[in-house]
């Protein structure tokens, strides 16, 4: 199967400046992930989605950060503006689960967008 | 405060011999852990899961072994080979199919 794309795989801004990152999951995965990797600490949950819909938000920063999944297969994730500490790799992921199923599904991840602001 | 801790931040091990890499955490009613392998300029890929019904899970070279008491887990490399070298991440599953991860511990397996 095909895996979890991501593009792009670079991105150079300067604060304050916007950005925008694509999600395409695998396949018939319902459940969607962005997660926030800062160097040298483990992937932070950004969204989770569940088709179209958002399950978890909490720890997005919505002053500056947006998500979405209109047709509950590819997403975009925008960061308007941009600060310093935004500088992370951002990833996308994917599973088969559903809330309501079982929660013991592994994520598919994607290579993620390396995002540098200067 | 972070909910899975890995503390050490990175492990050296030469070819042949195990490599063993710790994880703990801080609820008891996470009850799905597992694994994960990262490559540089990769993403995570899962490696190995345990449910806390189970206190092993073993998958060729590579055990999960879960101490719930102590609220600690653990993976077991048997024989670690150079191609294991790679960042290794730790993460619970909770409610709502969300991952918790916790920093990783890179692995170097020396020839």
């Known amino acids: 199967e095909a895996g979890v794309a991501q593009s792009p795989r670079y991105k150079i801004i300067e604060k304050r400046q916007s950005v925008a990152f694509w999600c395409n999951p695998i396949s018939g995965h319902a459940t969607l992930y962005w997660y926030q990797q800062i160097l040298g600490q483990g992937p932070k949950l950004l969204i989770q989605f569940q088709n179209n819909g958002v399950v978890d938000d909490s720890q997005l920063p919505k002053d500056r950060f947006s998500a979405e999944r209109l047709k509950g297969v590819d997403s975009t994730l925008k960061i308007q503006p941009a600060k310093l500490e935004d500088s992370a790799v951002y990833l996308c992921?994917?599973?088969?689960?559903?809330?309501?199923?079982?929660?013991?599904?592994?994520?598919?991840f994607g290579n993620g967008t390396r995002l540098t602001v200067t | 405060d972070q909910q899975v801790k890995q503390n050490s931040p990175s492990l050296s091990v030469q070819e042949g011999r195990i490599s063993i890499l710790n994880c703990d955490y801080t609820n008891s009613m996470f009850d799905y852990f597992l694994w994960y392998k990262k490559y540089p300029a990769e993403g995570p890929t899962f490696l190995i899961s345990?449910?806390?019904?189970?206190d092993k899970n073993e998958d060729g070279r590579f055990t999960v072994f879960l101490n719930k008491s102590a609220k600690h887990l653990s993976l077991h490399i048997v024989p670690s080979q150079p191609g294991d070298s790679a960042v290794y991440f730790c993460a619970v599953n909770t409610n709502a199919g969300k991952s918790t991860f916790g920093d990783g511990t890179t692995l170097t397996v020396k020839p």
């Open positions: 992921a994917s599973s088969h689960i559903l809330i309501r199923v079982g929660r013991n599904s592994p994520l598919h």
């Open positions: 345990i449910s806390s019904i189970k």
